[in-house]
């Protein structure tokens, strides 16, 4: 079955330390993206990538890093730096098209919460 | 850049009619997407509009009017799981795909 896997779906963190959160598809998607979401709001984008080794920053940036060694892994790093790092963090992937991105499809979702 | 706004909520009765309003403003328009989200889970699509006019699926539809930078989501025979929140998102050449606030849908027995 194809699809988007993050681990894990609570995490727990102490002030001051660097988290990293996974992301894997094996849908061959090109794209791939970090979101965050807030108690109520939408989703603000963190990062995305639409091709191996390139990435780029998204809205809300700071505070966060990412890499995109291989097409199916986009690991999205918490760091210190990062005011508020307590909230849901979704990751998405979706196609090319001849005009632009397809729809995107969403793992389920890790929440961090850090004390 | 993009703008996209939703009214944040709305409530509804079982078995209505409910239209969940989505105004955009961006330059190189691709396409502008309805997500279902659920409180804590993920988005699951829901529609995809890219010319004028109305999609059909199922109990929901979807419009949108390029020329007035408007879309809605039209859910009928309204059920208690469709409480949820409702996600429009609008996809621009050259741009980020953007998502609006959502819109938290509650439906009364």
Known sequence: DGGITQSPKYLFRKEGQNVTLSCEQNLNHDAMYWYRQDPGQGLRLIYYSQIVNDFQKGDIAEGYSVSR?????FPLTVTSAQKNPTAFYLCASSRPTGAGYDEQYFGPGTRLTVT | ??????????TATEGAIVQINCTYQTSGFNGLFWYQQHAGEAPTFLS??????????????????RSKGYSYLLLKELQMKDS???????????QN???????RLSVLP
């Open chain 2, 84 to 94: 949820a929140s409702y996600l429009c998102a609008v996809s621009s050449y050259g």
């Open chain 2, 97 to 103: 795909f953007v998502f609006g606030p959502g819109t």
């Open chain 2, 48 to 65: 995809y509009n890219v010319l004028d006019g109305l999609e059909e699926k199922g109990r929901f539809s979807s419009f949108l009017s």
């Open chain 1, 69 to 73: 060694e291989k097409k199916e892994s």
């Open chain 2, 1 to 10: 850049g993009q703008n996209i706004d939703q009214p944040t909520e709305m």
